[in-house]
């Protein structure tokens, strides 16, 4: 699943009239550069979330053929339903088995290499060194595992990228993602890999700049 459904604030006035996913690094959108990664790592059947301006990413990649996928969109209407939320509404769609979700706004080079979750996991992040905009991480974690959050070890940012059990997701219509993943972590529920290699959070047209140097480099 990609989640491509936010309004994009901090990118005004870029998304006043594009949604935040067809902004273009390096003269494709970035909601592609995903599409692509999972196909290279075999990934054939997508859902994509859309609510702002969805109707430019729905004509954009179609049924998901040319790009030799299939796509189900998951339609939220005129309000986006936060993380948690967009999730809840596409399970019918992502079906019963673990499935990779992708924040449509970030840019990374990980290989989505075939990986499974071990039976008592409920997720497993991929984290990455703290960016200058997020100093303090988001997720305490060694050993192969996300640690409870009062957890003295280090803390990494959450890259936007996991693999889930749909076992993880309950919540009203409207909710976050982050307190789920902070309570299966607790229980001993969520392990986690880190990446050193290229990510960055487009969460504003700095970074989508910045983004671009990076990927010319």
Request: a negative charge.
């Given at each position: 699943?990609?989640?491509?459904?936010?309004?994009?604030?901090?990118?005004?006035?870029?998304?006043?009239?594009?949604?935040?996913?067809?902004?273009?690094?390096?003269?494709?959108?970035?909601?592609?550069?995903?599409?692509?990664?999972?196909?290279?790592?075999?990934?054939?059947?997508?859902?994509?979330?859309?609510?702002?301006l969805?109707?430019?990413?729905?004509?954009?990649?179609g049924?998901?053929?040319?790009f030799?996928?299939?796509?189900?969109?998951?339609?939220?209407?005129?309000?986006?339903?936060?993380?948690g939320?967009?999730?809840?509404?596409?399970?019918?769609?992502?079906?019963?088995?673990?499935?990779?979700?992708?924040?449509?706004?970030?840019?990374?080079?990980?290989?989505?290499?075939?990986?499974?979750?071990?039976?008592?996991?409920?997720?497993h992040?991929?984290?990455?060194?703290?960016?200058?905009?997020?100093?303090?991480?988001?997720?305490?974690?060694?050993?192969?595992?996300?640690?409870?959050?009062?957890?003295?070890?280090?803390?990494?940012?959450?890259?936007?990228?996991?693999?889930?059990?749909?076992?993880?997701?309950?919540?009203?219509?409207?909710?976050?993602?982050?307190?789920?993943?902070?309570?299966?972590?607790?229980?001993?529920?969520?392990?986690?890999?880190?990446?050193?290699?290229?990510?960055?959070?487009?969460?504003?047209?700095?970074?989508?700049?910045?983004?671009?140097?990076?990927?010319?480099?």
């Open positions: 699943m990609i989640l491509a459904a936010g309004r994009g604030e901090r990118m005004r006035p870029l998304t006043d009239n594009c949604p935040k996913p067809l902004l273009e690094l390096q003269g494709k959108p970035l909601i592609q550069w995903h599409v692509e990664r999972l196909h290279a790592a075999g990934v054939r059947d997508l859902v994509i979330n859309t609510a702002w969805g109707q430019q990413v729905r004509d954009y990649l049924d998901g053929s040319r030799d996928v299939t796509i189900a969109f998951s339609d939220e209407g005129d309000r986006a339903l936060e993380t939320g967009g999730i809840n509404k596409a399970l019918p769609l992502l079906g019963t088995e673990p499935f990779w979700l992708v924040n449509g706004d970030v840019y990374c080079d990980f290989d989505f290499a075939p990986l499974s979750l071990a039976d008592d996991q409920l997720a992040l991929l984290l990455v060194p703290n960016p200058e905009h997020n100093p303090d991480g988001d997720f305490p974690f060694a050993a192969g595992r996300v640690l409870p959050d009062d957890s003295d070890a280090a803390r990494y940012t959450f890259a936007g990228i996991s693999l889930l059990r749909p076992e993880l997701i309950a919540g009203d219509d409207v909710f976050p993602l982050a307190p789920l993943l902070r309570s299966a972590a607790a229980a001993g529920k969520v392990s986690a890999q880190l990446h050193d290699g290229l990510w960055v959070d487009i969460g504003t047209p700095e970074r989508l700049k910045q983004a671009a140097t990076l990927i010319a480099n």
